[in-house]
T-cell receptor, first 110, second 113 residues
Framework: GENVEQHPSTLSVQEGDSAVIKCTYSDSASNYFPWYKQELGKGPQLIIDIRSNVGEKKDQRIAVTLNKTAKHFSLHITETQPEDSAVYFCAAQLLNKFYFGSGTKLNVKP | NAGVTQTPKFQVLKTGQSMTLQCAQDMNHEYMSWYRQDPGMGLRLIHYSVGAGITDQGEVPNGYNVSRSTTEDFPLRLLSAAPSQTSVYFC????????????FGEGSRLTVL
């Protein structure tokens, strides 16, 4: 199966700074890479995703980059705000299965 | 649309008891799946289904059964609960296996004593 590793496990930034979370995957056949945000007591929600035929995707303050050769992808959040504080998960889809990273707890200090 | 609905939200079981976690979606999604979330381990796939009558195993299927008799419902059964099954369980659905976005329920917190 697929193995997804995510770093860092915790990240603390000052409001307005940028935050970067990195993930690696092991199986080159994985073709879809979503990022989910989970707030306390809630289910994860998709914030951005990228497919294997695309190198970068941006949606306002959030961007994702994918390097297929190195098998890694990253989430970039610019101009962070306190409401960005949550746990973020990366994932990789291989055939019918999704494999998730272990999560990053982001704390944005006002 | 209610989205993905999970019941119950909280449950305490004794070792050896059985129970069913319910999951229903009203989005006509073909793909449904169950995950367990443990501290520091992210979400791990238990079982999934690509349509009514079709189910398959995920990463951690042992101790769990599923069935998919309708498009809307995908219950998860614990036949003989063990303390190792203490976790938060999430059901998620997607329009189709290649569509991507998973829609998650609010989760069910299970404690096995």
């Amino acid at each position: 199966g697929e193995n997804v590793e995510q770093h860092p496990s915790t990240l603390s930034v000052q409001e307005g700074d940028s935050a970067v979370i990195k993930c690696t995957y092991s199986d080159s056949a994985s073709n879809y890479f979503p990022w989910y945000k989970q707030e306390l007591g809630k289910g994860p929600q998709l914030i951005i995703d990228i497919r294997s035929n695309v190198g970068e995707k941006k949606d306002q303050r959030i961007a994702v980059t994918l390097n297929k050769t190195a098998k890694h992808f990253s989430l970039h959040i610019t101009e962070t705000q306190p409401e960005d504080s949550a746990v973020y998960f990366c994932a990789a889809q291989l055939l019918n299965k999704f494999y998730f990273g272990s999560g990053t707890k982001l704390n944005v200090k006002p | 649309n209610a989205g993905v609905t999970q019941t119950p939200k909280f449950q305490v079981l004794k070792t050896g008891q059985s129970m069913t976690l319910q999951c229903a979606q009203d989005m006509n999604h073909e793909y449904m799946s169950w995950y367990r979330q443990d501290p520091g381990m992210g979400l791990r796939l238990i079982h999934y289904s690509v349509g009514a009558g079709i189910t398959d195993q995920g990463e951690v299927p042992n101790g769990y059964n599923v069935s998919r008799s309708t498009t809307e419902d995908f219950p998860l059964r614990l036949l003989s609960a063990a303390p190792s099954q203490t976790s938060v369980y999430f059901c998620a659905s997607s329009y189709g296996r290649d569509t991507g976005e998973l829609f998650f329920g609010e989760g069910s917190r299970l404690t096995v004593l």
